[in-house]
């Protein structure tokens, strides 16, 4: 066993090292180069389409729409975006000077970090390995990815499908369990993303920083909902229960409880009882159109909240082990206390717990660690600005749940016991890029007189012209113009200075 051990060490420093030895011959440098591994990865998307919902289906039995639409596709418009981006994304982005630096030029650069690790998640295990890995390429990274082994299925096909599209010196998938993940996190990497749970994302950190390697921790928690009686509840009660049953319920930023009155609550249940039965039928279990827990152990930490609650099982509440199935489940007069409220639930049941105000909805929102992301179904603006500016939550949607995340101008990522970091679009970009402060000046004489008093012999006034040269000054845009105009009589001035002391030398010179 110990011989394995240190196999699997010696394999992971070998994997590690020839990334770096990819990276700092400076291949992954060039745009072009990395424009075409860009268009490799959405030719291996396009491609394996079938491949990809097979695996899909075989880890979580997931409906070949979810399989297009919340992964595959989800990817080819994140690639797509990295394709017609890049250019712009990777260009030096000049910044604003103040007087002293006029004459010089002020920008940053995007320099790519080197070899990166990303841990990818079981829940959706195709978008969650391969949506950083766009951003990292378009950074210019190696990357070596390592695909969960909960969903195995979706692991192997990564792991076949990569080095034939990509880079093979510069990407590596590392299949395998605990043990390679803890191999893997000895190395030292230029940067860390993760997706999963926060009990894991600890570790993950620990490790990182012992190489103080920077991280992106995609983590979770207890996604609240507030609804009001201004709400139109037909409409909230399907975006609702669609955000909370895709995949299961096995989403990170999925509703996880619901906050509303009693009033409010009654009328809701009735309309979730209603769809429950046209999206799914009589018996949900037989429906295409579910998903499955992802293991018996999974199942039965889900299992195990639904036959602890003290509430009262509205609606469904059936389960099989055998085929890893729990019925879509709405729990009423549950207490703040009991497991299904305390634990993350990552699964179909939804309780409600009932408040009489929005203030007592922030109130119990903020007495909790704070959530990936929070929903509001209100057309009181004031009650959503409330939850808007009085609550910390990595995200916010007001009158739906989870389509935030198909709008990659929108940086996604947590806070607190959320986790910590984002991605999504230009934010995953500049995830995976060190942005560089460049300043360059020449030798010129009135870039050198502007900046001589920092020079000694110190002087009070040396002291008094450096604090007006440097006072940093809002200016009005209008009146830009009269001090670009200024500064050019400054630069004229001096220059006429300079003129008349050289004549002036070169006359007492030649008398």
């Not at 390679?180 to 993950?204: A, H, N, P, Q, W």
């Not at 009693?262 to 769809?275: D, F, H, P, T």
Request: charged content about 25%; glycine content about 8%.
């Amino acid at each position: 066993l110990l011989q394995e051990i240190m196999a699997d060490a010696g394999k992971m420093s070998e994997i590690v090292s020839d990334c770096r030895s990819a990276f700092l011959s400076g291949k992954t440098r060039p745009l072009a180069w990395r424009m075409t591994q860009l268009k490799s990865l959405l030719k291996m998307l396009d491609e394996n389409e079938a491949a990809l919902c097979e695996a899909l289906g075989k880890d979580l039995r997931k409906p070949k729409q979810e399989c297009i639409s919340l992964e595959i596709e989800y990817l080819r418009n994140d690639v797509r975006g990295c394709i017609n981006n890049i250019e712009s994304w990777i260009a030096d982005y000049y910044v604003e000077k103040n007087i002293v630096t006029m004459m010089d030029t002020t920008l940053i650069h995007y320099d790519p970090l080197g070899v990166v690790l990303i841990l990818g998640a079981w829940n959706y295990p195709i978008q969650l390995s391969l949506g950083p890995l766009a951003g990292a390429i378009c950074a210019g990274n190696c990357v070596i990815i390592k695909p969960s082994e909960l969903a195995p299925a979706s692991s192997s096909v990564i792991a076949s499908l990569i080095p034939r599209y990509l880079d093979k010196e510069c990407f590596q998938v590392v299949e395998g369990g605990i043990a390679e993940t803890t191999e893997l996190l000895l190395e030292r990497f230029d940067y860390i993303f993760y997706t999963g749970s926060g009990f894991v994302g600890k570790i993950v950190r620990e490790a990182a920083n012992k190489h103080l390697t920077p991280v992106t921790l995609e983590l979770g928690g207890k996604s609240p909902v507030y609804i009001d009686s201004s709400a139109d509840l037909d409409i909230t009660a399907r975006r609702l229960l669609w955000a909370k049953c895709i995949n299961l319920g096995q989403t990170c930023i999925a509703p996880d409880y619901v906050l509303c009155s009693k009033e409010v609550e009654g009328k809701l249940v009735e309309k979730l009882r209603l769809l429950i039965g046209d999206w799914y039928g009589d018996e949900p279990q037989k429906s295409t159109n579910l998903c499955r827990i992802v293991n018996k152990r999974n199942w039965e930490r889900v299992n195990h909240l639904l036959k602890s609650t003290n509430g009262k099982i509205e609606i469904g509440g059936e389960v099989d082990l055998d085929d890893l199935y729990i019925a879509p489940t709405v729990i009423t007069g549950v207490t703040d206390d009991e497991p299904v409220m305390k634990d993350e639930i990552f699964g179909p049941l939804l309780p409600i717990m009932t408040v009489n105000s929005v203030d007592e909805a922030v109130e119990f929102i903020n007495d909790r660690e704070k959530p990936l992301s929070m929903y509001v179904f209100s057309k009181n603006k004031a009650a959503a600005e409330a939850l808007k500016t009085q609550t910390s939550s990595g995200s916010m949607v007001v009158n739906d749940a989870v389509v935030h995340l198909s709008v990659e101008t929108l940086p996604f990522g947590g806070v607190g016991a959320s986790g910590m970091g984002s991605y999504h679009g230009k934010y995953t970009f500049t995830t995976f890029s060190h942005q560089k402060s460049v300043l360059v000046r020449d030798f010129s004489a009135i870039g050198e007189y502007l900046g001589e008093n920092r020079y000694p012999p110190y002087a009070d006034w040396k002291i008094k012209r450096l604090g007006l040269l440097l006072k940093n000054r809002k200016i009005p845009n209008c009146i830009s113009v009269n001090l670009v105009c200024f500064l050019l009589g400054i630069g004229f001035a001096f220059a006429v200075k300079l003129l008349a002391e050289s004549s002036t030398f070169e006359f007492l010179k030649n008398m």
